[in-house]
């Protein structure tokens, strides 16, 4: 994950780790139920042209670290994901729309997503000394002028 990826008119490095849950956080999340969800999850984000770094389904919720395309947000991504794979789910086992279970919403609500970047202690020594580092290039003559 440490490594840029490059487009036409961009270079970006645009990582995140997204945690999405059942609704009731119900624990079905295992044997075949797993295997399609790991599977289309996938396939999903391939299409997106994402990449999944790791992906951790667990009974009741699912951790997954993904790179992402500028190009794509988060919500655009995370629809997408939900959509799909509550639809395929619901074809697959229709016993899943039945109680205790959940008619047609298979997904909680919200969804968690934090950015995975470089170290936010480097950020800030590197804003906060910046302009120390810039005068000390002046006044060893390591800048640039239009006239010289």
Known sequence: MGTYKQQSHVVWQ?????VLCPKYRFRVLTGLVKDLVEHDI??????????????SVQPDHIH???????????????????????????????QLKQKPYWGNHFWSRGYFV??????EDMIRRYVLHQEEEDKK???NGKHFTLFD
């Open 14 to 18: 645009c990582n995140y780790h997204i």
């Open 42 to 55: 996938k396939m999903l984000c391939q299409w997106k042209d994402c990449e999944v770094e790791e992906l």
């Open 64 to 94: 997954l670290l993904v790179s992402i395309p500028p190009k794509v947000s988060i919500s655009e991504l995370m629809g997408l994901l939900k959509g799909k794979l509550a639809i395929k789910l619901f074809k697959s086992y229709p």
């Open 114 to 119: 934090n950015t995975i970047g470089l170290n």
């Open 137 to 139: 290039e002046e006044t």
